[in-house]
């Protein structure tokens, strides 16, 4: 019986460790996944703040725009709703991968910070560069 | 004047508190009865005093003071009464507040209710109760004082995040809180038992009710939650896996263990060590999930507190209760006495199984949760853990439980007969496989495994009916004799066969939506029609409305069965005063197969609007089958057995006989 049990554990053990290795995301800022030359077709989470101007309404649904870090950029094409939290000028975290042209197709956008809070990646990678601190709000670009 | 009582009440409750972590520890150790009496006393006024300071600092907010800082940082005169009210635990300070509060309703309660709890046991308890009070009182008075104010006073508050602002919110922390800090009460119990060095069936009796009242209000909160994530965060789903609900679901999940293994506590006298430190995870997992929703170390909208220095102090509290918890455990542990063997296809059996099974699925949860904190705290690579790593390591863990569930209560203790359980089951197999293979010829679309997921649901209703039946002897006897027999049932096993088949009802919701989920985003001018689900939708048009604090985009929708009207469905874009905030409020309509959830979008640049419509099959089963467990839970706690003050020491000494 303690067999049986140490057998279900190491089961569950291998499962998880199994499926953190198959399923982990990495997220980049634009100028990480440049220098990082992520392959394409390859999942990963790209942070930064939307560029202002660079929002564009496609046919339908579809929508492309820039992500940067105010260094470099890296243009998304996603196709969905946007959340009620997207602003031009304010952080973003997309999930995607990079096509064959070097654009990041994103399936999923999130936006979970208001004008208080911004995605904690996001504020990271921007404080590195010193763009912005804590506490203070792009609030210029709030509408 | 009265926030300054508030803040004073909160200092003599930190007096009380250490009042009451220490003096009855000393009277337990000298023998003193009338200083280990005195622990009642202790807790029945630090909820006074407590309650006070609570009731100043809602008084603060129902009468707009933004003299204190907590007010005018969280609230707005304009916001609707409910919404001032809930906006006391809408916020950092307000919410440990709201913790401590029912961190001493439960240690009154214990104190008030615990009149038959040996004298030394009910001391050490209330003394266990009384250290946490004091840790988490300092933490409020030291880094997070809601009492503070602000001079000048602030004519106009700056409001609670609107999606906040939601009756199902509203309450959902409170759940949540009576939940976690309900654990405490079982923790106290195993450091109280780990200090006397004894645990019996006694003990579990005791424990047992706590648990279950704080797994039912878990069930409610966590429920609560996912349902309004459901209808207010606009995206039709009702789980994201998001670190802020883990946090709810691990505790939930060792409580779940706790519940079944406290039974062999009860009634074998085995599993003792285990469930000790079951009690113990499951608070420390409590601890866990109010850290990571309080430290602002997640990326979520519930992490409001961004204050490294509070992340500290919690940090601190976590590696004081649960370090020293778990020292005391390897310590006293070993002096445990063991009873009660049992071979391995027994009803023992099988809840150690579902332990195994919980446990791990809650490491798993765990591990997901707290991985990408911890790499990035070491390499600074920051990682992302989502929904296909829990589907890929929970899912596995679950099915082969919820297989075993109806067989569980079917065994006897000790030794079980295998044979004669799958006997008694083949009716409700039947049943699953016949569901399952109609389901399967039906169905066009979706995995070929959801069929089988139905089937899983199904076996679950009908194996916890099945227990029911073999209990009532339904096919058996006369229906005459049988509302006697049914009288004669102890409530605590209805309490289980619902909460079993609640579980099913469950299952049966979440396979339904995730597999066969319609699903519909596109751009509707006013006229324009979309098909989905056999129903016709059109966008009639834009109205302007408004509301206390908001203004809004209100689209109105015609819904259509054939040529037959259903509904009109109404789906609005909020704009909130004074922060400009847009939220997005959905309208579903709900069918007997299920709801047709719309919400809208952006304009986009043509005049039309982007517009989501999902038709969710079954999807209120899903938190339907939450309050049925809540009332299995119920049901079982109003058992005269495990009323409070039912169970005596030398009575229950011995094992109780299997039923």
């Known amino acids: 019986m303690i067999v049986g049990g140490l057998g279900l554990l190491a089961a569950a053990c291998g499962l998880i460790l199994y499926a953190i290795s198959d399923t982990l995301v990495f997220f980049y800022t634009p100028s990480e996944a440049i220098a990082k030359s992520v392959a394409p077709g390859t999942r990963f989470r790209l942070g930064g703040l939307v560029e202002k101007g660079s929002l564009v309404r496609g046919q339908g649904t579809h929508i492309t725009f820039t992500v940067t870090d105010t260094d470099k950029q890296m243009p998304v094409s996603y196709t969905g709703v946007l959340p009620d939290l997207f602003r031009e000028g304010q952080g973003v975290v997309a999930e995607g991968k990079l096509n064959a042209a070097g654009v990041f197709v994103a399936d999923t956008v999130l936006a979970k910070h208001d004008e208080k809070y911004m995605p904690k990646e996001v504020a990271d990678a921007l404080k590195k560069k010193g763009v912005w601190q804590e506490g203070e709000a792009p609030k210029g670009s709030v509408q | ?659």
């Not at chain 2, 700056?158 to 405490?184: E, K, R, T």
């Not at chain 2, 409580?255 to 079951?278: D, G, Q, Y």
Request: with cysteine; charged share 10%.
């Open chain 2, 1 to 659: 004047m009265i926030p300054e009582i508030g803040h004073f009440a909160l200092i003599l409750a930190l007096a009380t508190a250490l009042y009451q972590f220490v003096m009855p520890l000393l009277g337990a150790w000298k023998g003193d009865v009338a200083v280990m009496r005195s622990a009642s006393w202790a807790a029945g006024a630090q909820f006074v005093l407590i309650g006070m300071a609570f009731s100043a600092l809602t008084w603060a907010y129902v009468t707009s003071d933004f003299s204190v800082a907590n007010v005018y940082e969280n609230s707005h005169s304009a916001k609707p009464l409910l919404y001032q009210f809930a906006g006391v635990w809408g916020n950092h300070e307000g919410s440990m507040l709201l913790w401590v509060l029912i961190l001493s309703v439960f240690g009154a309660a214990v104190a008030f209710f615990g009149s038959n709890l040996p004298l030394t046991l009910k001391a050490r308890v209330l003394a266990v109760q009384g250290s946490i009070g004091v840790a988490f009182l300092l933490f409020i008075l030291l880094t997070s004082n809601p009492f503070l104010r602000l001079n000048p006073a602030p004519i106009e508050g700056h409001g609670l995040n609107p999606i906040l602002q939601d009756p199902a919110l509203a309450f959902h922390p409170p759940m949540l809180y009576c939940g976690y800090v309900g654990m405490s009460v079982a923790f106290s119990f195993a450091m109280a038992a780990l200090i006397e060095g004894k645990v019996d069936a006694a003990w579990a009796r005791w424990v047992r009710p706590w648990t279950l009242g704080a797994w039912m209000f878990l069930t409610v909160g966590i429920a609560m939650g996912s349902w309004w994530a459901y209808y207010e965060l606009g995206w039709g789903g009702f789980w994201f896996w998001d670190p802020v609900e883990n946090a709810s679901f691990m505790p939930w999940l060792v409580a779940t263990a706790l519940l079944h293994s406290s039974i062999v506590v009860e009634r074998r006298n085995a599993l003792k060590v285990w469930t000790i430190l079951l009690s113990i995870l499951a608070f420390s997992l409590s601890l866990v999930g109010t850290f990571l929703v309080r430290s602002g170390v997640l990326t979520s909208v519930h992490a409001f507190a961004v204050d490294p220095q509070r992340g500290i102090f919690i940090l601190g509290i976590l590696t004081v209760f649960i370090g020293g918890a778990l020292a005391l455990y390897a310590w006293r542990a070993p002096s445990l006495q063991q009873g009660g063997l049992f071979a391995p296809v027994s009803r023992e059996g099988a809840l150690v199984v579902n332990n195994l099974l919980l446990a791990s699925a809650a490491a798993a949860v765990f591990i997901g949760t707290l991985y990408p904190l911890a790499l990035e705290a070491l390499n600074g690579a920051k990682i992302s853990v989502g929904a296909p790593y829990f589907n890929m390591t929970f899912g596995p863990l679950m099915v082969p439980l919820l297989i075993l569930v109806p067989a569980g209560p079917l065994l006897s203790w000790k030794r079980a007969d295998a044979w004669g359980v799958a006997q008694r089951l083949w009716v409700a197999a039947v049943i699953a496989l016949v569901v399952s293979v109609t389901v399967l010829a039906f169905q066009h679309r979706g995995p070929w495994l959801a069929p089988f997921g139905i089937g899983l649901g199904i076996w679950l209703i009908f194996g916890s009916l099945t227990e029911l039946a073999e209990r009532t002897m339904i096919f058996r006897i006369p229906l005459a004799r049988l509302s006697t027999r049914l009288r004669g049932l102890p409530r605590s096993s209805f309490g289980m066969t619902l909460a079993h088949l609640g579980l099913g009802v469950t299952v049966i919701g979440i396979v339904s939506v995730t597999a066969w989920r319609y699903e519909s985003i596109t751009v509707m001018k006013p006229g324009g029609t979309v098909n989905i689900a056999g129903m016709a939708v059109t966008f009639l048009g834009e109205a302007p409305a408004t509301g206390p604090n908001y203004t809004a985009d209100a689209g109105h929708f015609d819904v259509k069965v054939g040529d037959r009207k259903v509904t009109t469905l109404i789906s609005e874009k909020r704009t909130f005063e004074p922060s400009h905030q847009t939220t997005t409020e959905v309208g579903i309509h709900t069918f007997a197969t299920g709801d047709l959830y719309l919400a809208i979008g952006d304009k986009a640049p043509d005049g039309g609007r982007t517009v989501r419509i999902y038709f969710n099959p079954l999807a209120p089963f899903i938190w339907f089958g939450g309050v049925i467990m809540f009332l299995g839970g119920a049901l079982s706690l109003s058992d005269r057995r495990y009323r409070v003050g039912a169970p005596r020491r030398a009575r229950n000494a011995l094992p109780q006989a299997a039923e």
